[in-house]
């Protein structure tokens, strides 16, 4: 019988965060996955778990997965933990969860302290909807991609950052999403833990003349279906609603599709535009 996947979350700064499942799982597991074996060590010892440990990162997460589902398939139980928080968002972890469905393998989620969620609830910003992006791609095509699909996003959008990154970052989203509302959250449960809101233009006066230090996740306000409408409406501004009409049927539209199209993304009825059109005729 094939054994289990547990999905520890860790501490993400302060040790009492530690549950007691938690802990008692990753002293019954026949071994720990870790990210980074240095580090945990001190988490373990603290809560006097002996569990022996492996190594588990993002440059082995291939091979290593493999391994780990023999481990698996043979009947021992992995207690999978990154360095700090919920393992699986945006870490290795999520290679082997797949490889484990794929082998047929229980998986078993341990909940505790995960950054985005407890900066989301804290930030003042919409909670309803959110959308993860974590760190941004390091990759240039590819951040300037996510940076571009996050134009008109709706949703609250949760990202982190490092304090050597914070401002090269805040002043990328500002040129792409404008000066939005945002909350700076940093050292999440630490003694040093704060929740600024501010915006993107008054942050960046912020840390001008000051190092930003700690680990930071920044929790934006999506941007309102107003203003997407108001940025549709402005980019037609230049030329009249009967060119923009006509530019429409040109692409194959008819008429009154081309109407349609044109009275959403000015924002106005679609009986305006239609009268307008009749009256160019």
Known sequence: ??????????????????????????????????????????????????????????????????????????????????????????????????????????????????????????????????????????DKKERKAVLESLKDETRTIIVYEAPHRLVKTLKELMENLGD???????????????FIKTTFAEALLMYENEEPRGEFVLVIRGKSAEEILQDKAAAWENISVTEQVSRYEAEGMTRKEAIKKTAEERGVPKREVYAEVVGNL
């Open 180 to 194: 939005r509302s945002l909350t700076l959250c940093k050292e999440l449960t630490k003694k040093h833990e704060s």
């Open 1 to 138: 019988m094939a054994g289990i996947l547990y999905l520890v979350a860790t501490p993400i700064g302060n040790l009492e965060d530690m549950t007691y499942r938690a802990v008692r799982i990753l002293k019954e597991a026949d071994i720990i996955a870790a990210e980074d074996t240095r580090n945990s060590i001190k988490l373990l010892n603290h809560f006097e778990i002996s569990t022996p440990m492996t190594s588990y990162h993002e440059f082995n997460k291939y091979d290593k997965a493999d391994y780990l589902i023999g481990r698996l398939s043979d009947g021992q139980n992995i207690a999978l933990i990154t360095d700090a928080g919920t393992p699986g968002i945006s870490d290795p972890g999520e290679v082997l969860v797949e490889k484990c469905f794929n082998a047929g393998i229980t998986v078993v989620p341990v909940p505790g302290a995960c950054a985005a969620v407890n900066a989301l609830i804290a930030s003042g910003q919409l909670t309803r909807r959110f959308a993860f992006e974590a760190f941004l791609p390091a």
